[in-house]
């Protein structure tokens, strides 16, 4: 080996770290953000494309070290999403210094349906105190997250909320427990207001005829979004998670930059 040579090994074996032969170098443990919900955030598939959760755009806006790990189901409510292990199973994998966001709200509603009903002010608070206990319990963050809002609009062209009292409540809660809580009905109101009746179809899964073949006779839904409102519905989501100061500035990304509806991929189920 050359003089010139040996110096440079050298040289960049004093700039390493001592490290024990046999032991890995120590990286930081990615930290994992976990969604519990319902239809509005959860992972959908091919089938059922265009529509889209906002849980499936969460990580165009955090930081590549933030993991998601998105639970939320089609259908499910606070008390269901227990009542079939879901919470259970979820809690499973969460580890100190994870972050679980919970929404629910929009099937806890259907009063027809006893699998799935809470009330407002008793067993839907119940229920969302086992979400935030168990987060407790392994040393991770809750997060409540008030339901997004679907598009409903009165006769003058003004956002009308959907809920009932569920947001209340869950606000509510939030003050009690001292849990931190994202008002994502709030901020999604004021977006379909700001939007209007026409624009605000654009971010819904409203499909004219033909235009999708999951969707033949074409598709009228206020409840479900297409890529561009489950983008801008994640970003209210990581934009209020900084502004509460869940997460940092530095945990964050693009919350003032466009996100191409393309970025949405539905893989088959």
Request: charged share 25%; aromatic share 8%; hydrophobic share 40%.
């Amino acid at each position: 080996m050359s003089l010139s040579r040996r110096r440079t090994v050298a040289a960049l074996a004093a700039a390493l770290p001592l490290v024990p032969a046999g032991t890995a170098t120590a990286r930081p443990r990615t930290r994992t953000v976990w969604i519990a919900g319902d239809s509005t955030a959860a992972q959908k598939y091919a089938d059922a494309a265009p529509e889209a959760g906002w849980g499936m755009a969460l990580p165009f806006f955090l930081a590549s070290r933030l993991a998601v790990a998105n639970h939320a189901m089609n259908g499910r409510s606070s008390k269901s999403f227990v009542d079939e292990g879901r919470l259970d199973a979820l809690l499973g994998g969460v580890r100190p210094g994870d972050l679980l966001l919970v929404q629910f709200g929009h099937n806890d509603q259907k009063a027809s349906d006893p699998a799935r009903y809470t009330e407002p002010w008793t067993t839907y608070q119940e229920h969302l105190l086992r979400y935030v206990a168990g987060a407790r319990e392994r040393g991770a963050l809750p997060v409540l997250l008030t339901p997004v809002e679907r598009r409903r609009f009165d006769a003058g062209g003004n956002a009308v909320p959907t809920h009932g009292e569920y947001p209340a409540a869950m606000r509510a809660l939030a003050e009690e427990q001292g849990v931190p809580l994202v008002d994502v009905q709030a901020a999604s109101l004021a977006e379909w207001q700001r939007l209007g009746p026409e624009a605000s179809k654009a971010y819904f899964n409203w499909l004219a005829p033909g235009e999708s073949p999951n969707y033949p006779d074409g598709e009228q839904d206020n409840t479900h979004f297409r890529p561009r409102g489950a983008i801008e519905v994640a970003r209210l989501v990581a934009g209020g998670l900084r502004e509460r100061g869940v997460l940092a500035a530095r945990d964050v990304r693009r919350l003032e930059d466009p996100v191409p509806a393309v970025w949405i991929t539905w893989p088959p189920r």
